[in-house]
């Protein structure tokens, strides 16, 4: 038994095949294949159901597939102490992040290469849809996201650790009559040309709308705060989305030619904003100091 098969037995039940998991290693199937069962052979347990439908694990798998992912861990430990001892920080640091922060993120990691200059930072934008996907591909170290409820719920594998409690507003050209209201109701949106940034909560949202299904005008979604910008100014479509965005996106924040202006209390539409990674892969030592710092 080795380290590797300790992985791949991981990743096959987080997988579901063996096909998925062969891929996600970068091995072939036959080699994986192969060291599985040289593993279930030597333990004298079956770790995995085979079948045409994928690979899962037996109830004695489960137990041991526990104990392999508590291994990798301490595994893990071990080296971010190892690297500890050591005066300069090496290493890799992906991020991905909803557009609100990218300003912010973009000065930290400058900021941190100055100290460490020999870690490879990268950071893209996207949805955060994409990046709970990347996060479980394990393809970004950190992600940065807006979620809900619903998202913990669903994603078992991932830690969620909130920075910011928001809501849902509706941004409005400052000469249009509806900027004239403090707070906007259902029967407002009737008629209103809306845009909206193209992001799973915002959309989640509108669905529990009842207006949507009758006279709710949604011109386009789209993942360009440009877009959204432009229509606002020019007073072409208004914009529901995050409170938060409002406050940090360049373009979109301190922009005096629209307001923003909260739903009434009876339409929830509490969201959070906050940073995820991987439960099972842990976050690295490089990953950690920088969060340390950001936060």
Do not use: W
């Not at 333990?43 to 037996?58: A, W």
């Not at 597939?65 to 050591?86: G, R």
């Not at 996907?133 to 994603?155: L, P, Q, S």
Request: with cysteine.
């Amino acid at each position: 038994m080795n380290i590797e098969q300790l992985k791949y037995i991981v990743e096959i039940s987080n997988a579901g095949s063996l096909k998925t998991a062969a891929k996600k290693l970068n091995i072939t199937l036959p080699a994986l294949s192969q060291s599985v069962t040289k593993l279930e052979k030597e333990l004298n347990v079956e770790i995995f159901h085979r079948s045409r439908k994928g690979s899962y694990p037996t109830g004695e798998g489960k137990v041991l597939i526990q104990k392999a992912n508590d291994v990798l861990e301490k595994l893990q430990e071990f080296y971010n102490h190892a690297e500890s001892f050591t005066h300069t920080l090496k290493g890799e640091l992906k991020i991905a992040t909803f557009p609100g922060p990218l300003d912010l993120l973009a000065d930290q990691i400058t900021l941190y290469k100055k100290e460490f200059p020999f870690i490879k930072a990268s950071i893209e934008e996207d949805n955060s849809q994409h990046i709970i996907e990347k996060i479980k591909k394990e393809e970004v170290d950190i992600g940065f996201i807006i979620y809900n409820e619903e998202d913990i719920k669903k994603n078992k594998n991932i830690l969620f650790h909130k920075l910011y409690d928001g809501c849902m507003v509706v941004a409005v050209n400052k000469e249009a009559p509806l900027a004239n209201n403090s707070y906007i109701t259902e029967k407002m949106l009737e008629n209103q040309p809306i845009i909206l940034y193209n992001d799973h909560s915002i959309l989640d949202f509108m669905q529990n709308l009842d207006t949507l299904e009758h006279n709710m005008e949604i011109l386009f979604t789209t993942n360009n705060v440009e877009t959204i910008r432009y229509a606002l100014e020019r007073n072409t479509a208004i914009n529901i989305g995050y409170d938060y965005a409002f406050k940090t996106i360049t373009g979109l924040a301190n922009n005096d030619s629209y307001v923003t202006l909260p739903f009434v209390d009876t339409l929830t539409n509490t969201y959070y904003f906050g940073y995820i990674y991987a439960a099972n892969k842990g976050i690295s030592r490089v990953a950690k100091e920088f969060l340390k710092r950001l936060t």
